[in-house]
């Protein structure tokens, strides 16, 4: 089946942890791996992945595709509560840009 | 400001009514999509189009109909609304092969009793 499985399902820390979002897909011919981050409404872009390897960087936020190991990861450092959110993982196959979502993972930042 | 607009934001239907969720996009993309969201599901496809006068399904279909009207517009229809598909729907737009992915819609949250 084409699923796309992300992991912890939910996660607490404290605001100053670093945390890592762990996504995997399984089918080896895709576009590229998205990933969105979801507050009260609609899911907002952060990266889009096409090579393996090479790290995508945006302020505190930072993911890195692995084509042979079917994954990704999103990091986050020095998190603060305005990381809350639900963070999801896509995978387009480059059909029409359909874009198969993970279930997400819930992250909550506490003081 | 640019970007996908869905009406309406809330509604509840009682079971066996018909409703109609507008979408519509003013970023000149060529692809639409319905996804809905459930707790624990993610976001599922219920149908897309590709381009301007095509349509085709997702993973869950049933129990919906799609028109794409025009470029801008791609409507998602419910003809008789089952408990089911109480959800959250969102409709988003993208160019296919651009570098930022999907654009969504704020949504709209769907009340089924």
């Known amino acids: 089946e084409d699923k796309v499985v992300q992991s912890p399902l939910s996660l607490v820390v404290h605001e100053g942890d670093t945390v890592t979002l762990n996504c995997s897909y399984e089918?080896?011919?895709?576009?590229?791996l998205l990933w969105y981050k979801q507050e009260k409404k609609a899911p907002t872009f952060l990266f889009m992945l096409t090579s393996s390897g090479i790290e995508k960087k945006s302020g505190r936020l930072s993911s890195i595709l692995d084509k042979k190991e079917l994954s990704s990861i999103l990091n986050i450092t020095a998190t603060q509560t305005g990381d809350s959110a639900i963070y999801l993982c896509?995978?387009?196959?480059?059909?029409?840009?359909?874009?198969?979502f993970g279930t997400g993972t819930r992250l909550q930042v506490t003081l | 400001n640019a970007g996908v607009t869905q009406t309406p934001k809330f509604q509840v239907l009682k079971t066996g009514q018909s409703m109609t969720l507008q979408c519509a996009q003013d970023m000149n993309h060529n692809s639409m999509y319905w996804y809905r969201q459930d707790p624990g599901m993610g976001l599922r496809l219920i149908y897309y189009s590709a381009s301007e006068g095509t349509t085709d399904k997702g993973e869950v279909p049933n129990g919906y109909n799609v028109s794409r009207l025009n470029k801008r517009e791609f409507s998602l229809r419910l003809e008789s609304a089952a408990p089911s598909q109480t959800s959250v729907y969102f409709c988003?737009?993208?160019?296919?092969?651009?570098?930022?992915?999907?654009?969504f819609g704020s949504g709209t949250r769907l009340t089924v009793v």
């Open positions: 089918v080896t011919n895709f576009r590229s």
């Open positions: 988003a737009s993208s160019e296919p092969r651009g570098p930022y992915g999907y654009t």
């Open positions: 896509a995978r387009d196959t480059g059909t029409a840009s359909k874009l198969t």
